[in-house]
């Protein structure tokens, strides 16, 4: 007979490299949760900005179910009609010409490191082989994404680090300058930090790199994982900049919660990807690209993407009128539906204080950093939701507040 699990069986069977919180969710439908005790939870989260549609939309249910009838995988031996139609979708609607499909978001920025490499061989020697990325950026847990990366903690301790790697300041294009040169390969960046803590990219800072790189000969990697599919407010952030990369890496809310990425570049580029270079058995999986054609299909829509919009100021208001009454925050931040709230000074490193007291009153956050409370949700969060869990957080943060 098999037991109802329990939050005791994390610690049991599970390996330690994560710390979920106690409750458990059983079941979710928009952005509402239930747990094992049929608690209800307001989601801000949004399973780190992979639930972009929120909780089993009938959407993304109703092209799972209608493909999982059809077929399943066929593996790269073969290709299939839903891989096929997410790749035109992507294709029709960027810049890019071919793209790359994986199953998660550091896998699509290994694809796009590994592209850039090779290209920068083929086409302009084994010199042109440094990479330039930034502090506080993340880009995934392989250990050449760990690595590139700009929180060592992640890529230490684990024997020697790939070489050719060189980290410069976000939005401080005169550090760039200082280590940029003929030798550059790529230069790798966030439009808006996520993990790093909700820092957009200035316009002029994103402009710049694509001149560094346009002067350089090296390729410009927008690492859109997080800002992508809708997120910022547009269906990825580089058309709000006006800044088009080379190279373009989606996850998370491509898939709506279910595993899938995609690396997205130019014919020119994408040459250097012969037959035999890279691969991924997963990659284009029948169920996973019929899912995230129907999120990305419905997402880019105007009625969703302005959603996306109003919805922000909505959010940034709550947050506002909560700050004047309880001043925890130093800064509100951030486009579209990726929120942060850097804590004032005297609640520095606090941040993560705030989760268990809004799980204690029925909301589910995020944090990005000792610093920063992040919110996530459904891009199409009904107003509804976002009053009452903004109720929520207002009481977790008065019981913090209450008890500094
Ligand atoms: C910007 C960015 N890149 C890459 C990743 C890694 O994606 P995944 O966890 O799907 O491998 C993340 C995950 O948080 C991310 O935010």
Same mark, same amino acid.
């Given at each position: 007979?098999? @037991?109802?699990?329990?939050?005791?069986?994390? &610690? !049991?069977?599970?390996?330690?490299? +994560?710390?979920?919180?106690?409750?458990?969710?059983?079941? $979710? %439908?928009?952005?509402?949760l239930w747990d094992q005790q049929g608690r209800e939870f307001i989601d801000f989260a949004g399973g780190i900005a992979v639930n972009s549609l929120g909780h089993c939309h009938p959407v993304l249910v109703n092209a799972l179910k209608a493909q999982a009838d059809k077929l399943w995988h066929l593996s790269n031996v073969y290709t299939n009609e839903p891989a096929l139609k997410l790749a035109r979708a #992507?294709? %029709?609607?960027?810049?890019?010409?071919?793209?790359?499909?994986? /199953? /998660?978001? *550091? %896998?699509?920025?290994?694809?796009?490191?590994?592209?850039? !490499?090779?290209?920068?061989? %083929? =086409? =302009? $020697?084994? =010199?042109?082989?440094?990479?330039?990325?930034?502090? =506080? /950026?993340?880009? *995934? !847990?392989?250990?050449?994404?760990?690595?590139?990366?700009? @929180?060592?903690?992640?890529?230490?301790?684990?024997?020697?680090v790939?070489? $050719?790697?060189?980290?410069?300041?976000?939005? &401080?294009?005169?550090?760039?300058?200082?280590?940029?040169?003929?030798?550059?390969?790529?230069?790798?960046?966030?439009?808006m930090q996520g993990e790093g803590g909700i820092v957009p990219a200035t316009q002029e800072f994103l402009q710049g790199l694509r001149e560094l790189c346009d002067r350089h000969q090296a390729l410009l990697i927008f690492d859109e994982v997080q800002t992508g599919v809708g997120r910022c407010g547009h269906l990825y952030a580089y058309q709000h900049y006006?800044?088009?990369?080379?190279?373009?890496?989606?996850?998370?809310? #491509?898939?709506?919660?279910?595993?899938?990425?995609?690396?997205?570049?130019?014919?020119?580029?994408?040459d250097s990807l012969a037959v035999g270079t890279h691969g991924s058995t997963y990659g284009g999986n029948a169920l996973a690209s019929a899912v995230a054609l129907a999120a990305i299909e419905h997402i880019d829509t105007p009625e969703v993407l302005e959603g996306v919009k109003k919805r922000h100021e909505l959010f940034r208001e709550h947050l506002e009128t909560i700050n004047r009454k309880h001043g925890v925050f130093q800064e509100i931040?951030?486009?579209?539906?990726?929120?942060?709230?850097?804590?004032?000074?005297? +609640?520095?490193?606090?941040a993560k204080d705030i989760l268990p007291l809004a799980i204690d009153e029925g909301l589910m956050a995020l944090i990005a950093g000792p610093n920063v409370l992040r919110m996530a949700p459904s891009l199409v969060i009904p107003e509804a939701d976002i009053e009452e869990g903004m109720a929520r957080l207002e009481r977790a943060i008065a019981t913090l507040v209450a008890k500094a």
């Open positions: 007979m098999s @037991q109802t699990p329990t939050r005791s069986d994390f &610690d !049991r069977y599970m390996t330690p490299n +994560y710390s979920p919180q106690q409750v458990i969710p059983v079941r $979710g %439908e928009g952005s509402r #992507l294709v %029709e609607r960027t810049f890019a010409d071919k793209v790359f499909m994986c /199953s /998660s978001g *550091g %896998e699509a920025n290994e694809a796009a490191l590994k592209l850039a !490499r090779r290209w920068a061989v %083929e =086409h =302009h $020697g084994e =010199h042109k082989d440094k990479i330039i990325s930034f502090s =506080h /950026s993340f880009h *995934g !847990r392989t250990f050449f994404t760990v690595s590139v990366g700009g @929180q060592p903690k992640y890529s230490q301790g684990f024997g020697p790939p070489g $050719g790697i060189l980290h410069a300041t976000y939005n &401080d294009l005169d550090s760039v300058r200082a280590l940029v040169g003929d030798d550059t390969c790529a230069i790798m960046v966030e439009p006006g800044v088009t990369p080379d190279i373009l890496t989606s996850a998370k809310s #491509l898939g709506g919660g279910f595993p899938v990425g995609a690396m997205l570049t130019r014919d020119a580029i994408a931040r951030g486009m579209g539906l990726l929120i942060g709230a850097q804590m004032a000074p005297q +609640y520095a490193g606090q």
